[in-house]
């Protein structure tokens, strides 16, 4: 339970701090379409690929190799993302680029219940805007998250390979580094529930996301999530 308890208390430091700064806060509603797949091509490799739209939002495609051990995977890999000059709902879109790398521990705590526990860094290199007007280059911005999360199975049927089960997690999201004016970026609760169907997961749920856009200015994003992640593993060869 360490690992959890560090991880509540860093999430618990930084959203207080955070909300402690508020002066101008706009709410707004979102849908979040996601699809992810994880193909096990070796007992130890896997190669995951994630897309997710958020309509007047942002788009992004993912893809990394992850190495596996017993509790833990390291992943590393590249992403794409169409995102909105701000946070507020607009029609300018710039690139970005993101190579990006985690490590992952999986920790069970009992035969339902899953701890997961994760940090991911993201090196954005980020399209830049001169006045309105898309511009040639690039800046430069690190940033890192820190993500809690517990999954409770609810029911399970081994002959049929089905499960439900429920999840809780929060991420912090922050900046470091030059160019950086806002060391927080983003504070994320989400909340869901699911059933997996052999190697299909239906993830239905809420996600309460609270995004800084400038100095004391945030956007509090109520967001309805809809996923789907799909796990596939090589075939063996027949004897």
Not at 31 to 56: A, C, E, I, Q
Not at 89 to 113: F, I, K, M, Y
Not at 186 to 192: A, G, K, N, V, Y
Not at 195 to 203: D, K, M, P, S, W
């Amino acid at each position: 339970m360490k690992p959890f308890l560090a991880g509540l208390t860093l999430t618990t430091c930084i959203v207080i701090a955070s909300y402690g700064q508020v002066k101008e806060v706009t709410s707004r509603q979102q849908l979040w379409l996601g699809y992810m797949t994880s193909f096990r091509f070796h007992p130890k490799y896997s190669w995951w690929n994630d897309t997710h739209f958020v309509p007047k939002g942002f788009f992004i495609v993912r893809t990394g190799l992850t190495r596996h051990w017993d509790k833990v995977s390291v992943t590393g890999g590249y992403a794409f993302l169409r995102i909105p000059v701000s946070s507020s709902v607009n029609e300018l879109h710039r690139n970005e680029h993101r190579p990006w790398g985690q490590a992952s521990l999986n920790l069970p705590l009992s035969s339902t219940v899953l701890f997961t526990q994760r940090i991911r860094y993201d090196a954005r290199f980020r399209q830049d805007v001169a006045e309105g007007v898309l511009q040639p280059g690039y800046t430069f911005v690190n940033r890192i998250r820190f993500f809690t999360g517990v999954r409770k199975t609810l029911y399970r049927d081994e002959e049929k390979q089905r499960q439900f089960f429920v999840a809780v997690g929060t991420e912090v999201l922050l900046n470091f580094g030059r160019n950086v004016s806002n060391t927080f970026d983003q504070f994320r609760l989400h909340l869901s529930g699911g059933v997996q169907v052999q190697n299909l997961q239906y993830h239905v749920g809420y996600m309460n996301r609270f995004v800084q856009t400038g100095n004391a200015r945030y956007v509090n994003n109520h967001t309805l999530t809809l996923r789907v992640t799909h796990q596939l593993k090589r075939k063996q060869a027949q004897p």
